[in-house]
């Protein structure tokens, strides 16, 4: 009876993880879909340990609920401490968790499977051979965006390398299951190297590219998880692993389009060669990028965006979709307004003449001198096309060309993005340091482009 | 048949009738033109270029007339152009007859058949051939450059590093054919413009070219001619409450409204234009109807504490070239109204015959 | 051939739902704009951690002194709820920032 | 420490150096403000404007000199304000000195220190005192309004019943301050706009106002302070050949083209004036430093085959108000750079201080 | 071994089920979609036919070919054959035939099942029932579509009729089921019950709610065949007609937002109240809808595309969207014009004025003289607020207003889209026949709003 | 009760696979735009066609002298394939205007 309605249980879980993701897909169920698979989550092991028949010794429970009660605490602390700006490493680390799990569940049950039921021993071995290349691999994917490992570190033709070990890996397995040898050497050996690839298969790889990484090595774990659920026929394994796998390679591809980069260099190490192509001529360091959709939410859910057109605004011709763009955000709650430099553009007045082409209201435009206090109290400050105006080197560089003229003080602000086509140098023909600081993101491309995928992710919104 | 177009003779008026790109069109329906000499000139259409476009030229206004069947101009004939004529002779210009009683007579007596343009009906098909709509856009678009030129001010709103200079307040009274290619053209500079307008419907069109409408409340009629009717003196006072603020503020004002048949009304009185800033300009388009100020004089400028009152009385003939190609468009339409081959086709019946025809003294065939 | 059909036929069930799943997973996360991508991943992390239940059932099929298998077993529970709260936990913390400030 | 600000003598001039609402800003610096009477009037600033701001007035220009230690104006003294001037007094006016070595002469021998607004150096940190600037921005706009004006033709396109009128075709020499604003006044009333000039840059400049650019096959160069300097015969040659298509065409020609410290160049000889079609207009607003024409005179309509040639030397006399207002902004910041607490603060070191100062009598401190 | 070749297929078959769907709901991979999903069904029937193992007689056989043979020559021809503007009613048509066949297979079954398998009586009978309902229904609906049946027919509180029918048909199976009475009465009784149901479910319906109707009807289809596949353990049927019941009744719900009617209203044959708003004060009868974003994809595909401002388009103030929709089409390699009637508008020019604030090039503004000769060869007129320079009374009517006035000929052209808010007048206060032309569609709302959802239209659909 | 969760219990599998399948259904077509409305329905219409293979075992399974399932049978075969041919040729000439015209 209890085995009968753990089916059920099961059933509800899977059921719950589909509609989580699903509604992780959108920012405004994210949330309760997290949730929701949580409780999906809970009740499935919850049912697995009381929905038992068989009579379990209570040392066995005690040891059960005495890690899962441990577990509890520690996960729950780290999550909760973590600084937001550390939240990528974590998810890595969980991860290498869950794939440490899946590779002791085959330990242990390898003996145990080689001498009852052989058939399925192949599915024991690839649930440990991914869940240990999982766990390995995201070790070294938490150190590095940890800090602990710095640089990418390559063996001499790490690629050819690396695709010997993948085969001998999978060569190993295949033997082991055929030859029914079922030493437990073979087995070691076996984890051994699966551990020894994942490190050799992340080490290579460059920090910027960690997200894409551990995005894979996430859905290697779901395979992981999967193969347990077909090692115990057990359906919500299955199908959460399953779900992951897919999900989670999808997923992964997308991410790869996004940075534009084809998924063959993730799978064969080539990664890393352009992640510093984002730097230019300047000395100043690295900068963040931002995506339109990334974008698009951030605004959506602020309260003031001030807006600071330049020269490039006038270039890329893009006053109709800024104020497309007002209009929009206005629409939702935001408070919207320009801020506008005596000296932006090529000439007095410039981003007047267009701004009252696309028939923006004067009242939304802020002279310097009022709008400078304005910046603290400013969620997001979108710069289009600005760079001269907004460069701090005229208030703290006396060398600089324009030292001395008066800026809008974009640093105040609580987040500053820029857009504009490259790292170029403005009229001033000097670098900006502005945009190498924390709180800066640049979003690069056409004003005109950029702005109307931009709003066209905020349309996407709701 | 032959049609004459005399030169214009009034002072200031730089107008011509008919522009060469017309003469093609005319001979098409039988009509020959004669040009006399010079009429274009002011216009920027030489001799030259009507000899070119299939014209002939007369040398004086007598000789012009003497070879025509049909005779046009703009402006109403002088006195001397009036002894010319006689029966059998199609005359066509503005005549505004009702407020002509004279010139009416003078012209009945030679026997002559006559044409008002100004009374075109105001009906759909009659469009193409109304020379009020089609002038009064050109002024309205001319009185907003002359605005912007008397004024001490720019219009359009600039930050720059010497400071911000602040949008111009340009206030628009009637949103006729004038008022709305003024609230465009106030617009397009960069102006912040206001209008009012007895007429309700107003409000919307003077939205639809992202200006603000300042109503009156009250209920202003209008004639079913789509032209405004005289107000009541309540209604006046009403308007200017409405616009009191509006005008404190303005930097130039543009006044266009004018009743059918009547003088123009007066909108803005002599306190009501002390109560504006120093330096702003107010351009009067009514003011060859008596005005819409307390203050304006045709074709003067006044200065009253401060303020510049600019009385124009013909603003089209400030942009004679496309006044003369529009007028030339609506009168060689109206000639295709009237001429069919080479000969005379009036129907009676016709509104736009009726309602242009005001001295009948022709047969029905030339 | 003749073993991979008879594979076939004796797990068809679970291979139509493998299939399926594949297919829902794919189709479910489609339009996931690119501000998400981050808290998906974590919510799926989270979700794979339903691993746990695998450990769980080697602990509970355990003799009571094969101590080499529980220790392992205990270890396995231990990480796999630390996968699973901890992944949860943070996902709902990235999540915050979507809520709306007014 | 006293501030005179005088009225203009020029003849045509009607701006004023220093407007009431700079006065408070100077009184921050320490800084009293003694007006000539009637200085500000043309500009619409009334004396009661001055007095009410916290200036005092002086009843003429001897009194106002005698009274300051700092003497303001917009354009060079006359030689009677020069008699009155002294040792201990700083002058600030424009004095365009490389091109005036008499009145530099005279200026010197009074013993006075002298300012001249024009020579300020072309930096980001002076954009907001560069008076030239400021003042070349607001002509760009006024010689579209004006040439709007002369012109028998509107700017817009416009598709009406009486047939379509085309748009003006409008072509700018020279796209500096002032041939950027002229553009985008053009474009904004409708006209077609293109424009050309030596410095490549100007292309994309152009470009970003809607406008069309006409590259001349040739590289023009331009000196460090954002001048163009003069160019060769065979530039000039080439440039003809590019520009003549669109000259026929053009209704309206505004020509902006300076080089420093030397005389205007002739972009338009008279024979490509007489390309030009019957009723067009040429607006050139270097007609002050030889013209940009072969015919142009300065203050005068040059008629030439239908072709009428519109010389202004001072545009922004026309727009009094704003040139004011502008011109007093700059001056004032100019001043917040040399003094401070009421007395001079001069580093010789600093470029505008060291680019401005023509004639230099003065201690450090007053 | 062949009936295990036969999972094998029947998993493709379903995967191209699948895959098809997924295809068919992007413009641009519909066909392929669809011929997929073709494929699939063929080697599903194919392998079913060949791949038994047990002897079957000759005359089964050729019975089984003759009627596939005939099926799909009369299926071939009349889809074939039929007009563009009868495809819905064939669909209709075809509908049913599916469901009546999943309605025979339980009439044959029945005394089968009821011998040897008792407990999948319910199933046979569900199938059997859903099947009956979905057959008449949509046979009524095709008559409706067809003509044959011109009016919305309604016996006295239809509502309360129809759901005490649809009770007692169920209450009665479930009878049958438990009550263990195997009669074939009870069967016949049932089937015409069924039958009857379905009549009297579609007949108070509207023509117009049509569409909605067969779709519902489609997904009844889905779940009867779905039956099917349980009583026979059949996986291909099993998973073909989830998938339809599933996506067929998200397609009519879909359906119903678009226009505009919640479900419930639906399910209770509420229907058609609202079916006439659409003709409005004006005597001249019907006219036609069309969506955003139909009419997006109908631009999509076209050469030349002119728009004609009006009035309205400055009421809306829509010239930076329309400017907008311009540059998308040019981009799709449309050509795209604007046709400016002299009078357009409320002052000479205001359409000038407007069109040059967006930057609309002069070259694309086309006079009437013209433009007139033009419309024969452009495929969409988009008539954005404009109404009396249309209005062919210009011409036709001596007794009109506008009578005299030259106009815009639109009605030259392959197929004419009026934007506007309502059915009200324009300035001259009359009536538009054009809008009741067949080669017309309205889209109703501020043309502001509206060409926003067409421009975003346009830009999904790439 | 009890014979719920039996019956759940011996078909779970099946259970799951529909239960997925109407996920898949309800995602596959998530974002169909208006203009394939028809289309679509057409589609999934030709598609429910699969019901002719029950049509056909139904005869397979018959006795060749059972002439009345034959003959229903028979019938029930050939409306099924009107269904499947005709759904999916209509379908097909419905989708001919989405060829680009260039
Ligand atoms: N206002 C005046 O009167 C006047 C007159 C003369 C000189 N200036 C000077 O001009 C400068 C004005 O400052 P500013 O911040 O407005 O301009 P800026 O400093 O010249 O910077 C403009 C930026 O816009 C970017 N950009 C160009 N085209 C773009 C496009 N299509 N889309 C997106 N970005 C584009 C460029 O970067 P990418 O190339 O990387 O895209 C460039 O860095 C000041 O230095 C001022 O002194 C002003
Ligand atoms: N051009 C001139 O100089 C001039 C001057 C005076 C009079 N007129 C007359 O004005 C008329 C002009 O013809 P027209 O075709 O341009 O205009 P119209 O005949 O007045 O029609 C405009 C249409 O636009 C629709 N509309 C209004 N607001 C809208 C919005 N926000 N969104 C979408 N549609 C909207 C209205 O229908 P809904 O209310 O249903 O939306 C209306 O039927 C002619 O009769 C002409 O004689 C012209
Ligand atoms: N054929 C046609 O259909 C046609 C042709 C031309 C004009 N019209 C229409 O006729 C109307 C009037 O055109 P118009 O420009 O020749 O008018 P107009 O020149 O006679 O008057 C100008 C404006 O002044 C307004 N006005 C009058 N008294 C006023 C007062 N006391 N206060 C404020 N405003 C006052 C009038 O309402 C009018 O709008 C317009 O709506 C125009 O569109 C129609
Ligand atoms: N502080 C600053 O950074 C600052 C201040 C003012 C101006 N500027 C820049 O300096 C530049 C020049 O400004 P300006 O308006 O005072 O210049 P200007 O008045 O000296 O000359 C006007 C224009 O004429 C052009 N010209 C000269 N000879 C020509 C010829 N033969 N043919 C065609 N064109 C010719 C010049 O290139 C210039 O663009 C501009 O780019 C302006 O933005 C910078």
Redesign the pocket.
Known sequence: MNIEIIHIVYLIASVTFILGLKMLSNPKTARRGNLIAAGGMIAAIVGTILLREEPVSPIIYSLIFGAIILGTIIGWLTAKKVQMTKMPELVSLFNGMGGACAALIGLIEFPNIAAHFPGKLGVVLAGMLIGSVSFSGSMIAWAKLNGTLKNAIRLPKYNILNTVILVGLVGYAVYIVFAQDYSLTHLYLLFTLSLVYGVLFVLPIGGADMPVVISLLNSFTGLAAAFGGFLYDNQVMLTGGILVGSAGTLLTLVMCKAMNRPLYSVVFGAFGEAASSSTSNGPQGNVTEISASDLAVQMNYSSKVLIVPGYGLAVAQAQHVVKELETLLEERGVEVAYAIHPVAGRMPGHMNVLLAESNVDYDKLKEMEDVNPEFAQTDVVLVVGANDVVNPAAKTDPNSPIFGMPILEVENAKSIVVNKRSMNAGYAGIQNELFFKDKTNMLFGDAKKVLSELVNELKNLD | MKLSVLKESETGETRVALVPKSISKLKKIGIDVIIEKGAGEKAAFKDEDYIAAGGELANSFSDAIKRADIVVKINPPTSEQISELGPEKVWISQLFHRLNDSLIDALSATGVSAFSLDAMPRI?RA?SMDVL?SQS?LSGYKAVISGADNLGKIFPMLMTAAGTVTPAKVLIFGVG?AG?QAIATAKRLGAVVEATDVRPECK?QTESLGAKFISVEDDGVKTEG?YAKEVTEDYLQKQKEAVNKSLANADLVITTALVQGAKAPILISREQIELMKNGSVIVDMAVAKGGNTALSKPDEIVVHKGVKIVGVSNFPAQIPTNASELLSRNIDTFLSHLVTDGSFNWDFEDEITKGTLIINNQKLSS | MESVIEFFTSNKDIIFIVILMIFVGVEVIGNVPAVLHTPLMSGANAIHGVVIIGAILVMLDSEPTNYLALSLGFLAVLLGTLNVVGGFVVTDRMLEMFKKKK
């Open positions: 759909s469009q709509s856009n054919v709305l919307e789509g």
